[in-house]
């Protein structure tokens, strides 16, 4: 009894499932669509206008969930708390001012950061991933985001699968589907439909968007696309937004910092303000504000500002960041695990020559020998002789003038069977028929590969191939058997072989790749080259570069290592070659249990294993999908050059970032301290709530400029991490010296001065915002004096504008409403006193400090590393399933 195939519903756009179970003829025949010509482009357009976009989920700047990040804050909601008492007790100019001054926090943070996503949003929008479908007849290369349901479309080793495909034929042909079922091992593919019903992970009759073509070839027709695939139902269901970076669990972990110190001085002051019989509620209020006080509110604003400005810096010299906080996690790089070909090399391969086995008397004709095998040997099918998207080494096998002169001879020759290449075997098979009936089997590949399979290798074939390794070239092994009768190619077809010659390609050095590995190494930054090369290849490159004095390890070497030897071997290894997929992972992830951050750069299939285990993935726009899929950063160039100017970008940020920090903790916890202090000896409270806000949000919005400051060229020399311990010790040891400037302008004002209240916190308001701001260009270097570092102009203009501002509101007409009163002329000669005297105390103070801190800077030890990486890996694992098909 024969089983029905299931009636195809009109709509064309149906579950794959349905499809897989029903013939491909009959696919192809409710989709519309001609298996050999594929849509008309009036057809694509009225499908695209229908279906939408291939795309299941994009980066997108959202208002409101930008200006919820502002708002869930537990500090804004103290303030907003006080802010309401006030007004119910009648202090309703407190509370409006309050209001005024966490609506303008909020606003200038939410505005820099809406913009720094608006900036991701742009980046993201650059970066596409191509297929090949067809289209009126002809294969060409699309953006995957403008696939509908009918096209037909070629995959591809390497290619990660663009929609629900339904397979209409297969050349070996295995998808990795476990980004969907969870599935480690590779799943065949045929054309055949399945049964009614089918799982999921059993649908060998399609392939599914997010996978990624494993082996083989094939050619389908899609049958869903976007959020209609079994991806992107998935997707539309998760919550895609990724865990936190390093950078971010280390500003998290700084603001729990803030927490406690504010927490503390908060319970503490208001205990004794209520013990001193001050007032409850002006003790609440000074309390909240000391809290606010000591927390640099803007510090979001200023990393926002601080990563938009450096991503289209970054930009402009052709690095794309797929998430502005991993620039961060770029300047922490110590180690670069980097691929060969197109990085160090040229990228161009070139065809040189031929070798053949036994020349006799005819070397020229021995010669188009070899290349005839191999010219047959190749998966291209077009007419001119150019695959879309083909192999590079048989694009120059083609390109070259000696395979254009061979092309008449080939059309004696009939393909029956091919068998692809794949990074396993690292081989490729084809069956042929020549006119007279004579099959043959052909294999090319990796010459170590192609020989272990022949029969009678002459000495003279292998000291040909250790003469070309040695010279730095590419070789290629060709070999071939008789195979009558045989009508498909199988892995036991590849034995018993005859090595009929060798194919010599070039790659040479790039001319710029030895001084950008000169730029790395004055970064701090260790080069290791890991390929699939043959180790002498790659050693002979690396000398030619200045890259030499390590060892090579292969992968059989590393898979008799455990992780302990590994370790130790990375140290001294240049080169790792002849390395699997998992060797790659597996040496990332063993160096990084190291301190210091690891980065891979890769652009292929077999790259991606390795490129999500590195704290930074780096790729390029050429990659494969998958690659670009798993990198966190994309360089429009494959140049070491850029690399180093992104590091040197990531590193820049983060030294400007930890400047703000250092200055507002240690400042604001100085300024702090002496209002509490104060605050017990005076009969009335130091600095009222209101310009206690008032005060930190001039300081804050001086220091927006922070991200335009130059840095010094030692700062970028090494890697940096953030360091809670350091930054601590930091604000305990500099916030003291703010104080003592802060008690002695108490004595001025209440024994020089004889001010009341409103003069007194007048004084202390012009001198507080004075000390804290100016004190921005003896921190923002270790260089002694700070003067031989030299500030950016807009930071320079801001600090003095607000330094200004804070002078002369005193003496304007809202200096009532704030609680001022106008100062005598002769306080300003003291306090131009006071400021010369604490910048020479805060150089003493550098000078001691860094000399006992012995090198335990800020930029010196991460905090928690294991731990970061464990957060680290589940969100690049996060970001794999979700970022796919992204345009």
Known sequence: MTATAPTLPADPVRGVVSAAASPAEDVLRAL???????????EVLRRQAEYGPNAVASHKARVLAVLWHQLRSPLLGLLLAAAVVSFLVGERSDAVIIGVIVAVSVGLGFVNEYRAEKAAEALHSQIHHETVVLRDGRPVEVDVTVLVPGDVVELRLGDVVPADIRLLAVTGLECDESVLTGESLPVDKNPDPVPAGTP???????????????????????????????????????DTHPLDTAFQVGLRKFSMLLVYVAGALTTSIFVMNVVLHKPIIDALLFSLAIAVGITP????????????????????????????????DLGDVDMLFTDKTGTLTAGRIDYERAVPVASGDDAGAAQEVVLRWALLCTENSAADGQ????????????????????????????????????????????????????ATIITKGAPESVLDRCLDVPDA?????ETEFAAGNRVVAVATRSADGATQVTLDNEEGLTLIGLLVFLDPPKQDAAGALRRLADLGIA??????????????????????????????????????????????????????????????????????????????????????????????????????????????????????DGVTEGRRIFANTIKYVLMGTSSNFGNMASAAGASLFLSFLPMLPSQILLNNLLYDTSQLAIPTDNVDAEQLRRPSHWDIGFIRRFMICFGPLSSVFDFLTFAVMLWVFHSGPEQFRSGWFVESLATQTLVVFAIRTRRIPFFRSHPSLPLTLAALAVVAIGAVLPATPLAHTLGFQPLPVTYFA????????????????????YRVASGDTATSVPTAPLDNRRRHLLRRATHFSTATQTG
Not at 412 to 428: K, N
């Open 297 to 328: 509110q803007l510090l979001p604003a200023v990393v926002s500002t601080s990563l938009a400005a450096g991503s289209r810096r970054m930009s402009k010299r052709r690095v794309l960041v797929k998430r502005l906080v991993c620039i961060e």
């Open 32 to 42: 519309g669509v001609s298996a050999d010509q594929g849509l008309s482009g009036d």
């Open 461 to 465: 074939a292998r000291k040909a191939l």
């Open 830 to 849: 003291a306090l131009a006193g006071m400021v010369a005297g604490y910048l020479v105390l805060i150089e003493i103070g550098k000078k001691i400090f």
């Open 200 to 238: 999921l992970a059993e649908l060998a009759g399609c392939a599914l968007m997010g996978t990624v073509v494993h082996a083989g070839t094939g050619r389908g027709i899609a049958v869903a696309t976007g959020p209609r695939t079994e991806f992107g139902k998935i997707a539309a269901g998760l």
């Open 387 to 438: 695959a879309v998207g083909g192999n590079p080494l048989d694009q120059a096998l083609w390109q070259s003038a000696a395979g254009q002169a061979q092309r008449p001879a080939l059309a004696d020759y009939t393909r029956l069977a091919t068998l692809p290449f794949d990074h396993e075997r690292r081989m490729a098979s084809t069956l042929v028929r020549d006119a007279a009936g004579q």
């Open 527 to 644: 080069v290791k080259v890991v390929t699939g090369d043959n180790a002498a290849v790659a050693l002979k490159v690396c000398r030619d570069l200045g890259l030499g004095g390590g060892e090579a390890l292969t992968g059989a070497d590393i898979e008799v290592l455990d992780d302990a030897r590994l370790a130790a071997a990375i140290a001294t290894t240049t080169v790792f070659a002849r390395v699997s997929p998992e060797d790659k992972a597996r040496i990332v992830r063993v160096q990084r249990l190291s301190v210091g951050g690891v980065a891979f750069l890769g652009d292929g299939v077999n790259d991606a294993l390795a490129l999500h285990a590195a704290d930074v993935g780096i790729s390029v726009d050429s990659a494969t999908d998958v690659a670009k899929d798993a990198a966190d950063v994309i360089l429009l160039e494959k140049d070491l050059d850029v690399l180093a």
